[in-house]
């Protein structure tokens, strides 16, 4: 069933806020970007987007951060009892005072942006054409605690690949679009958005966008859509890359969820499955399974407290290994993970980005096999493992899970955020990957 919306197709908060955008962009003598009043025939219409955000907005951010009502440290010398309170407050003293989100304003709006109106939910997308002759469309698909901004440093290397160690002929179309209920895509008004549906609507989008032959991308919440999408078999999609990938068997699964151990595996599959089993002790899947279980009761601080906002998305596992922007030579940086957290409070996205959770709840874990049904997929598909992801799946297991698998391979570096935080390794893995399926453009 389609999900419902008020008549122009914007919920009242973010059409409170969208107009805020449109009357500062329409002084500068642009046109609004969010007409009123959209008809069938308006709704196919791709419409030029560029952000800017109202002052009082970014006053308001920096006064909620200033008033916040600190608990007291935790008792550990460590994240285990979640986000570490002297290190949150450095960082929200950094962000109330000298960040700048109009940097990364700026940087959005250097981009092509646009909306699109799919399935009655608004779908904002960047797309960036190489100047390569026979480029390989690709739509690349973010997740959570992410957005379009963890994307960003891959879209030259894709698009103009010649400087940056590729071959002309390795060049890319990136499309990237933003899920819907995250940044400046719509907030569905009703259920059912979960990855398939994200699935058909990515395939619609690049239908409109005229490409008759592409290849898709995930990490995370991605990893499923993308999935989808080749399950799915989406008018000319050629196959797929995922960095997260759904390959734990049955058994491994059952062992997982209190079950024996299963005899026969190999040393790195035993590895691994302990390592899964640990990071479950360490009380990791509570965050999935709050996410998951009880979206709305998380929004309700995320939308109201900055830092509430900021402590709940690193707490995420990805975020583990992340030193809150003390090395500044690591990507992501602080003013990178800020302009993500921004993201989502400007647009007030946080509860129903995390719906998505919910909607997904039925069908299980985003790394089981059976449950995201990858015995059905027979596109082609590739694999790239990061070594600090949340997940490193072995190859036997990717081999069971995907029939057609044409690539598979463990770099050495990189985790979970694998575009933000080594934007090149990651673009030279998407060229080796897809080099076999360009023939079939």
């Known amino acids: 069933m389609a999900a419902s919306r ?44 560029r952000i800017n955000v109202p002052e009082d907005r970014l006053l308001d951010l920096r006064r909620r951060i200033a008033a916040t009502r600190w608990p007291d ?24 005072t000298d960040y700048d989100w109009r940097k990364s304003e700026a940087k959005l ?27 390989l469309p690709i739509i690349i ?19 103009n690949p010649t400087a940056h160690g590729g071959r002309a002929e390795d060049a890319f179309d990136v499309v990237i679009p933003s899920l819907p ?61 995922i960095n997260l990938p759904a390959t734990v068997p049955p058994e491994v699964a059952a062992a997982l969820g209190g079950g024996p151990v299963p005899a026969g595996l190999s040393e ?32 309700y601080g995320a939308a109201d407290s900055p830092a509430g906002l900021a402590a709940w998305i690193l707490l995420h596992p990805g975020f583990a290994q992340w030193t809150y922007g003390n090395n500044p030579e690591q990507s992501p940086t602080k003013d990178d993970v800020l302009d993500n957290i921004t993201l989502y409070w400007l647009t007030n996205t ?23 049904k990858t015995g059905e997929i027979s596109l082609p598909v590739a694999i790239t493992v990061f070594p600090d992801d949340v997940y490193r799946a072995p190859e036997t297991w990717a081999r069971r899970a995907y029939r057609n698998l044409i690539y598979f391979h463990e770099v050495d570096k990189g ?24 023939s079939a453009q």
């Open 350 to 372: 946080p509860t129903s980005a995390a719906r998505l959770y919910w909607e997904n709840g039925a069908r299980g874990s985003v790394i089981v096999a059976a449950a995201q």
């Open 141 to 159: 698909t973010h997740g959570w605690p992410g957005s379009v901004i963890e994307q960003l440093k891959i879209i030259d290397p894709l698009t």
């Open 73 to 96: 440290k935790e008792t550990v010398s460590d994240r285990s009892q979640g986000a570490q309170l002297e290190k949150l407050q450095e960082l929200a003293r950094y962000w109330g």
């Open 268 to 299: 790195q599959e035993r590895a691994v499955l302990e390592a899964l089993m640990t990071n479950a002790k360490k009380g990791n899947s509570a965050y999935f399974t709050m996410m998951t279980a009880r979206p709305q009761t998380v929004g």
């Open 181 to 241: 209920g995250y940044g400046f895509s719509g907030r569905p008004a009703g259920t059912g958005w979960d990855p398939d549906r994200i699935a058909r609507a990515w395939a619609e989008l690049m239908k409109r966008l005229g490409y008759t032959r592409y290849v898709a991308q995930g990490g995370d919440w991605g990893a499923p859509v993308s999935s989808a999408m080749a399950r799915q078999a989406a008018a000319g999609l050629l196959g797929i890359h």
């Open 6 to 49: 008020p008549p122009d197709g914007i919920d009242h908060d973010r059409r409170r806020f969208v107009e805020a955008v449109a009357t500062t962009i329409v002084a500068a003598g642009t046109a609004s970007l969010f007409p009123t009043n959209l008809t069938a025939a308006e709704d196919d219409a791709i419409r030029p987007f």
């Open 109 to 135: 709006n250097e981009l092509p942006q646009f909306i699109t109106t799919i399935d009655n939910v608004d779908i904002h997308f960047i797309h960036v054409r190489s100047r390569h002759p026979n480029a």
């Open 415 to 438: 985790g979970h955020f694998a575009a933000w935080e080594q934007p090149e390794l990651f673009s030279a893995e998407l060229r080796a990957a897809f080099r076999p399926l360009r």
